[in-house]
């Protein structure tokens, strides 16, 4: 047994995010953590980590008790951990990044900067990432973050892997590889801990699971030996299936039209148009040009050539201000950084896009914001103490849900989605495709990016797919992975080379 | 809760200790002057809420004070008190306009920004005055900083005036949510359509209006309009802010705070005198009072988030 742990209790302030959590891993094996979003798995992990520390509880690692302080004395037992949120320095290179407190030395100190950057450019080439080593972290999508991130943890982690949801922003093929990453290590004796909302992973790599509601453990045994409806049931406690499918709408008139849009080196000569009542898929791989479609369209970007009409209208978007104006939502992708405030309450930042509608002659209605609040922590079980805690404290799942909200609260006529269901679990992505369908049938049109294939099926009634900034092809709403993947994909040595993603 | 409390608490601890060890710190008179010492920081250090909850500086009051009350003073020797308040205030709004567009139009850091027109207001009233203060001022101005409505300095009930509008300004107005999810996070305000740059400007315009009356209010205690006045201001008042729990991060602050935090320091400048401490010793006991309560709430926010 590599890591046993017994009943360990978290506390912060006055909320409890452990109660009772237990869990054992072995070395070679997958163990998959489940749980619905604010369940505790990310504390626990964190405590493995030496990031946090527990209140009580055991932690045994190979036999013996342990009380690790702070992840330095986590790295040396071997435990590494992919986090759900980045913890990369945004100014300092990729490489830098992955060898941030563990570079090659020189004598007298100096950091070996040419074998920093070319066993970073090895690690990268060997995992077929679409990155560089010298390219600065900021300038990364969350999806090439989360890659790093990756890169981190397996570069110093020897004994035991913690990913926690590395693959929430990543796409079909890139978490193929890092499937293959998990099984290599698992075929290296590595114990690996995996987190995930993805329920179609499962199956794929798990090799037992442990399922956490609220701070305790209610489950673990064999994968072989449970169901995925049964892990479902174990992890909100009640029925629900995680099944979803849209009734089709009749489409309505087109609202939105887009012309030859280019925008030089990301976008190129792209036509589309979206109708009301109808949800459009987008797929396509990291860094086919899904979200600077969808920051050109908002005003984020400026675009060099083409036209955009909305109701017929050719339309000047130059800021998100003029968007707005025009009834335009862009739900963002990384929503951590342009989603949400952490240091304000829930309901402020659930009702900042929509001020308007909670104000008259610029004061606030305040019963009005608790209501708005109110309705919507409880559709998408926001699990927080009350909706004035800081969004901040809320777990990672939370406060996508917090910002997607917000964006739901807002009416408006056309809404851009970027990967709407990112790090959410089960019955909060149902929820969410329920909020989806009735803005459509309320006469919306919706453009829905997702790097999950299922959900573009389930959901949309046609998908566009996009690759290397073009719009490669259409397809119906009913139509098979297979078909999307021979759309999207594209030689990956092209990516690697030419191409920043997203 | 005991933590947030924790200025407040500081605060009656201090008048308690203060009122056993010195037999003149509880008389009218005293009580009445530290009133009106602390009320003109207190009404620059509301403007100064605003800026630091959008998540700004202003390193410019000090001078906006000095220029405003130049000019006003200036133009009440020859055309009456309204029109002199009335140019002191339009002057320090005027100068807050001026910053706010400086960083929004520039998108430099407001910490450059007011640097430089902190030096520049200072000699623009300099320039205007030839470095000699105005002392032609009406008598009946002085009513302003000294007198007294209902036995009370007739400044705090400015001051209570300024407070509660700035409360509501920023707790149930959308300029007052716009401002604190500004200071937040600027990019998720962006993102949601939030006029950024509007709302920034508007703020310190705001603020150069309080700190304009504050500046009326100075001359009229001292009943002359100083160019060189003010100095050092700035700092007290961003120590107020930040010590009724004004986070310099931005999104943090609140009025009842920076009311709290800029009476400690009159508190703490009142004691030394009555109590005769060296004035030196002054600056060093008020520097650490600075950092011991920063570094608390810095303590406070850790334990809560970790
Ligand atoms: N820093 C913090 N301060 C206060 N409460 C916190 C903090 N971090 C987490 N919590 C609370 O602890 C609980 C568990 O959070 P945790 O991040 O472990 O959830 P999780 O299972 O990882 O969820 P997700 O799937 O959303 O990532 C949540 O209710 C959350 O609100
Ligand atoms: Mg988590």
Same mark, same amino acid.
């Given at each position: 047994?590599?890591?046993?742990?017994?009943?360990?209790?978290?506390?912060?302030?006055?909320?409890?995010?452990?109660?009772?959590?237990?869990?054992?891993?072995?070395?070679?094996?997958?163990?998959?953590?489940?749980?619905?979003?604010?369940?505790?798995?990310?504390?626990?992990?964190?405590?493995?980590?030496?990031?946090?520390?527990?209140?009580?509880?055991?932690?045994?690692?190979?036999?013996?008790?342990?009380?690790?302080?702070?992840?330095?004395?986590?790295?040396?037992?071997?435990?590494?951990?992919?986090?759900?949120?980045?913890?990369?320095?945004?100014?300092?290179?990729?490489?830098?990044?992955?060898?941030?407190?563990?570079?090659?030395?020189?004598?007298?100190?100096?950091?070996?900067?040419?074998?920093?950057?070319?066993?970073?450019?090895?690690?990268? =080439?060997?995992?077929?990432?679409?990155?560089?080593?010298?390219?600065?972290?900021?300038?990364?999508?969350?999806?090439?973050?989360?890659?790093?991130?990756?890169?981190?943890?397996?570069?110093?982690?020897?004994?035991?892997?913690?990913?926690?949801?590395?693959?929430?922003?990543?796409?079909?093929?890139?978490?193929?590889?890092?499937?293959?990453?998990?099984?290599?290590?698992?075929?290296?004796?590595?114990?690996?801990?995996?987190?995930?909302?993805?329920?179609?992973?499962?199956?794929?790599?798990?090799?037992?699971?442990?399922?956490?509601?609220?701070?305790?453990?209610?489950?673990?045994?064999?994968?072989?030996?449970?169901?995925?409806?049964?892990?479902?049931?174990?992890?909100?406690?009640?029925?629900?299936?995680?099944?979803?499918? #849209?009734?089709?709408?009749?489409?309505?008139?087109?609202?939105?039209?887009?012309?030859?849009?280019?925008?030089?080196?990301?976008?190129?000569?792209?036509?589309?148009?979206?109708?009301?009542?109808?949800?459009?898929?987008?797929?396509?791989?990291?860094?086919?040009?899904?979200?600077?479609?969808?920051?050109?369209?908002?005003?984020?970007?400026?675009?060099?050539?083409?036209?955009?009409?909305?109701?017929?209208?050719?339309?000047?978007?130059?800021?998100?201000?003029?968007?707005?104006?025009?009834?335009?939502?862009?739900?963002?992708?990384?929503?951590? #950084?342009?989603?949400?405030?952490?240091?304000?309450?829930?309901?402020?930042?659930?009702?900042?896009?929509?001020?308007?509608?909670?104000?008259?002659?610029?004061?606030?209605?305040?019963?009005?914001?608790?209501?708005?609040?109110?309705?919507?922590?409880?559709?998408?079980?926001?699990?927080?103490?009350?909706?004035?805690?800081?969004?901040?404290?809320?777990?990672?799942?939370?406060?996508?849900?917090?910002?997607?909200?917000?964006?739901?609260? #807002?009416?408006?006529?056309?809404?851009?989605?970027?990967?709407?269901?990112?790090?959410?679990?089960?019955?909060?992505?149902?929820?969410?495709?329920?909020?989806?369908?009735?803005?459509?049938?309320?006469?919306?049109?919706?453009?829905?990016?997702?790097?999950?294939?299922?959900?573009?099926?389930?959901?949309?009634?046609?998908?566009?797919?996009?690759?290397?900034?073009?719009?490669?092809?259409?397809?119906?709403?009913?139509?098979?992975?297979?078909?999307?993947?021979?759309?999207?994909?594209?030689?990956?040595?092209?990516?690697?080379? =030419?191409?920043?993603?997203? | 809760?005991?933590?947030?409390?924790?200025?407040?608490?500081?605060?009656?601890?201090?008048?308690?200790?203060?009122?056993?060890?010195?037999?003149?710190?509880?008389?009218?008179?005293?009580?009445?002057?530290?009133?009106?010492?602390?009320?003109?920081?207190?009404?620059?250090?509301?403007?100064?809420?605003?800026?630091?909850?959008?998540?700004?500086?202003?390193?410019?009051?000090?001078?906006?004070?000095?220029?405003?009350?130049?000019?006003?003073?200036?133009?009440?020797?020859?055309?009456?008190?309204?029109?002199?308040?009335?140019?002191?205030?339009?002057?320090?709004?005027?100068?807050?306009?001026?910053?706010?567009?400086?960083?929004?139009?520039?998108?430099?850091?407001?910490?450059?920004?007011?640097?430089?027109?902190?030096?520049?207001?200072?000699?623009?009233?300099?320039?205007?005055?030839?470095?000699?203060?105005?002392?032609?001022?009406?008598?009946?101005?002085?009513?302003?900083?000294?007198?007294?409505?209902?036995?009370?300095?007739?400044?705090?009930?400015?001051?209570?005036?300024?407070?509660?509008?700035?409360?509501?300004?920023?707790?149930?107005?959308?300029?007052?949510?716009?401002?604190?999810?500004?200071?937040?996070?600027?990019?998720?305000?962006?993102?949601?359509?939030?006029?950024?740059?509007?709302?920034?400007?508007?703020?310190?315009?705001?603020?150069?209006?309080?700190?304009?009356?504050?500046?009326?209010?100075?001359?009229?205690?001292?009943?002359?309009?100083?160019?060189?006045?003010?100095?050092?201001?700035?700092?007290?008042?961003?120590?107020?802010?930040?010590?009724?729990?004004?986070?310099?991060?931005?999104?943090?602050?609140?009025?009842?705070?920076?009311?709290?935090?800029?009476?400690?320091?009159?508190?703490?400048?009142?004691?030394?005198?009555?109590?005769?401490?060296?004035?030196?010793?002054?600056?060093?006991?008020?520097?650490?009072?600075?950092?011991?309560?920063?570094?608390?709430?810095?303590?406070?926010?850790?334990?809560?988030?970790?």
């Amino acid at each position: 047994m590599l890591l046993q742990l017994k009943n360990i209790q978290k506390r912060f302030g006055g909320v409890v995010a452990l109660r009772n959590g237990s869990l054992d891993v072995n070395a070679g094996e997958v163990h998959l953590l489940m749980g619905e979003n604010g369940a505790g798995k990310s504390t626990l992990m964190k405590i493995v980590a030496g990031m946090l520390e527990r209140d009580g509880g055991e932690m045994l690692w190979q036999g013996q008790g342990v009380h690790l302080h702070n992840p330095v004395e986590a790295a040396s037992h071997g435990i590494a951990m992919v986090h759900q949120e980045s913890l990369l320095a945004p100014h300092l290179t990729v490489a830098e990044n992955i060898f941030l407190g563990r570079e090659p030395r020189l004598p007298l100190g100096w950091v070996n900067r040419g074998e920093v950057i070319q066993r970073a450019a090895r690690l990268i =080439e060997d995992h077929h990432f679409p990155l560089k080593a010298e390219w600065r972290v900021e300038k990364l999508s969350p999806a090439g973050k989360q890659m790093v991130e990756i890169c981190r943890a397996i570069q110093q982690g020897s004994s035991l892997l913690i990913f926690d949801e590395p693959t929430s922003s990543l796409s079909e093929s890139e978490t193929q590889e890092v499937f293959h990453i998990v099984r290599g290590l698992r075929d290296r004796n590595v114990g690996v801990i995996y987190i995930t909302h993805r329920l179609e992973e499962l199956r794929a790599i798990g090799d037992r699971v442990t399922v956490l509601r609220d701070g305790e453990t209610v489950h673990s045994g064999s994968m072989s030996e449970v169901t995925t409806d049964q892990i479902i049931r174990h992890m909100v406690g009640r029925e629900l299936t995680s099944i979803y499918s #849209r009734e089709p709408v009749q489409p309505g008139e087109e609202v939105l039209q887009v012309e030859h849009l280019t925008r030089e080196p990301v976008l190129k000569d792209i036509s589309f148009c979206l109708r009301a009542g109808e949800i459009t898929g987008m797929a396509g791989l990291i860094g086919a040009g899904r979200t600077e479609l969808c920051r050109a369209i908002f005003g984020l970007d400026p675009i060099d050539r083409g036209t955009i009409r909305i109701a017929g209208k050719p339309v000047h978007i130059r800021s998100p201000r003029d968007a707005v104006a025009q009834g335009l939502a862009l739900i963002p992708e990384d929503r951590q #950084r342009t989603g949400l405030a952490t240091a304000l309450p829930i309901s402020y930042n659930l009702t900042l896009a929509s001020l308007g509608s909670v104000s008259r002659f610029g004061i606030l209605d305040h019963t009005a914001e608790r209501k708005i609040a109110a309705e919507y922590t409880a559709r998408l079980r926001i699990r927080a103490e009350s909706s004035k805690q800081r969004a901040g404290r809320l777990s990672g799942g939370n406060q996508q849900k917090v910002a997607i909200a917000k964006w739901l609260v #807002r009416g408006a006529r056309i809404f851009l989605f970027d990967e709407p269901t990112r790090g959410i679990d089960v019955g909060a992505k149902v929820e969410v495709f329920q909020v989806m369908d009735e803005l459509a049938r309320g006469g919306a049109a919706i453009l829905m990016v997702s790097s999950e294939m299922t959900e573009l099926l389930q959901v949309a009634d046609r998908i566009l797919v996009m690759r290397q900034g073009r719009i490669s092809g259409e397809l119906p709403g009913r139509t098979t992975p297979e078909q999307i993947m021979r759309c999207a994909a594209f030689e990956v040595s092209a990516a690697t080379t =030419e191409e920043h993603p997203e | 809760m005991i933590q947030r409390l924790l200025p407040f608490l500081t605060l009656i601890a201090l008048f308690i200790i203060l009122a056993i060890a010195s037999p003149n710190f509880l008389t009218y008179t005293n009580l009445s002057s530290v009133a009106r010492q602390t009320a003109v920081i207190n009404i620059m250090a509301l403007g100064m809420t605003m800026i630091i909850i959008s998540g700004g500086i202003d390193l410019s009051v000090g001078s906006i004070l000095a220029l405003s009350g130049l000019l006003g003073t200036m133009t009440m020797e020859k055309h009456g008190i309204a029109l002199g308040m009335v140019v002191g205030i339009v002057t320090g709004t005027a100068c807050g306009f001026a910053n706010g567009t400086l960083t929004t139009s520039l998108r430099i850091n407001p910490f450059i920004v007011t640097l430089g027109t902190m030096g520049i207001f200072r000699g623009m009233a300099l320039i205007i005055s030839k470095g000699l203060p105005v002392h032609e001022i009406p008598p009946a101005f002085s009513y302003l900083g000294e007198g007294t409505l209902l036995h009370v300095p007739f400044v705090l009930w400015i001051l209570l005036l300024c407070a509660v509008v700035i409360h509501v300004l920023l707790e149930h107005t959308r300029l007052g949510r716009y401002a604190f999810s500004i200071g937040s996070n600027p990019e998720a305000a962006y993102y949601a359509g939030v006029p950024v740059r509007f709302h920034t400007t508007a703020v310190y315009a705001i603020a150069g209006l309080l700190t304009g009356l504050a500046g009326m209010t100075e001359a009229s205690r001292l009943m002359t309009g100083q160019p060189t006045g003010g100095q050092g201001y700035e700092l007290t008042a961003i120590a107020a802010v930040v010590i009724g729990g004004g986070s310099l991060r931005g999104g943090e602050g609140s009025v009842l705070g920076t009311l709290v935090g800029a009476f400690i320091m009159g508190l703490l400048a009142n004691g030394s005198d009555l109590l005769g401490t060296n004035p030196y010793w002054q600056q060093v006991i008020i520097g650490g009072v600075i950092i011991l309560a920063v570094s608390f709430d810095e303590l406070r926010k850790r334990r809560m988030s970790s």
